[in-house]
């Protein structure tokens, strides 16, 4: 079992930064791949970013890419989101997740991919 907590959301204006972070529980972090998803209002939980369990590989979705960083630390057992130039359409509950167990080598997108969820965090971007 997995438990996340995710923290450092807020509210920035638009072209500014903020660095999200996910607390994991948990002995065996490295082996999850991890991920963030958004999930705006009205709108469907979308992907933002994963990243491998040994931290070598990280992907993106396209609206993001360039501007938002994925990274983690296994020794402290968190994963972080930095997000840069942030544009109102970036507002959104932000949610840390990580994969169904075995998944720690790859880099995945869907949803169904991912087993621990947290309570997610809010940010919104003002224009």
């Known amino acids: 079992q997995v438990q996340l907590v995710e923290s450092g959301g807020g509210l920035v204006q638009a072209g500014g930064s903020l660095r999200l972070s996910c607390a994991a529980s948990?002995?065996?972090?490295?082996?999850?791949?991890m991920g963030w998803f958004r999930q705006a209002s009205g709108k469907q939980r979308e992907f933002v970013a994963t990243?491998?369990?040994?931290?070598?590989?990280?992907y993106y979705a396209d609206p993001v890419k360039g501007r938002f960083t994925i990274s983690r630390d296994n020794a402290k057992n968190t994963v972080y989101l930095r997000m840069n130039s942030l544009k109102p359409e970036d507002t959104a509950v932000y949610y840390c997740?990580?994969?169904?167990?075995?998944?720690?080598?790859?880099?995945?997108?869907?949803?169904?991919?991912?087993?621990?969820w947290g309570q997610g965090t809010q940010v919104t971007v003002s224009s």
């Open positions: 997740a990580a994969t169904l167990d075995g998944l720690g080598w790859g880099m995945f997108s869907r949803r169904n991919e991912y087993a621990y």
């Open positions: 948990g002995r065996t972090f490295s082996s999850y791949g």
């Open positions: 990243i491998t369990g040994s931290g070598s590989g990280t």
